[in-house]
T-cell receptor, first 111, second 113 residues
């Protein structure tokens, strides 16, 4: 699976939007972009995924660059509960299903 | 509905002891994964089951690690003769099929003294 690059940490204020970037310049045509997050002392949880088009769900939005070499996870209104480590992961549909995590971005949310 | 559960949540073992960590996946989920997470790091893949078949165990760090899922549901990760470097959080995840989103349990924190 191709590698991703994320900032180590980011800060946000409560109730403001948060844009979490991810670079994946070596992405292949069959790689899906997945985001998981891990709240303190919990297992990771699925957030969203996409291939080419932007995606929205109840948790977040995923904006994918036209060349697919980068993407951005958007939390529209950060809450204190969104403080977590966010992982951007590439998954090739043709490969085995295990996730390859990097170090992720630790998001802090200030009240 | 019930999520993935793991037991025990915390385990302290003396070096050289054997431990067994249990994972109860979501009912009906075909795929089951084990991951190991060291402090400050992202989870790392250990092994993968599709039903009762262990299709990949390439991430197991040594032959002291053994996993099974005999009836395609509950899975057990066993570590023999534990070493200090085995101290970590062990996470279990299940998914409906191989490529669907994975649901993680809370993990078992293993401390080897």
């Amino acid at each position: 699976d191709a590698k991703t690059t994320q900032p180590n940490s980011m800060e946000s204020n409560e109730e403001e939007p948060v844009h979490l970037p991810c670079n994946h310049s070596t992405i292949s045509g069959t790689d899906y972009i997945h985001w998981y997050r891990q709240l303190p002392s919990q297992g990771p949880e699925y957030v969203i995924h996409g291939l080419t088009s932007n995606v929205n769900n109840r948790m977040a939005s995923l904006a994918i660059a036209e060349d697919r070499k980068s993407s951005t996870l958007i939390l529209h209104r950060a809450t204190l509960r969104d403080a977590a480590v966010y992982y951007c992961i590439l998954r090739d549909r043709g490969s085995q299903g295990n996730l390859i995590f990097g170090k992720g971005t630790k998001l802090s949310v200030k009240p | 509905g019930a999520g993935v559960s793991q037991s025990p949540r915390y385990k302290v073992a003396k070096r050289g002891q054997d431990v067994a960590l249990r994972c109860d996946p979501i009912s009906g989920h075909v795929s089951l994964f084990w991951y190991q997470q060291a402090l400050g790091q992202g989870p790392e893949f250990l092994t993968y089951f599709q039903n009762e078949a262990q299709l990949d165990k390439s991430g197991l760090p040594s032959d002291r690690f053994f996993a099974e899922r005999p009836e395609g549901s509950v899975s057990t990760l066993k570590i023999q003769r534990t070493q200090q470097e085995d101290s970590a959080v062990y996470l279990c995840a299940s998914s409906l099929t191989e490529f669907r989103e994975q649901y993680f349990g809370p993990g078992t924190r293993l401390t080897v003294t």
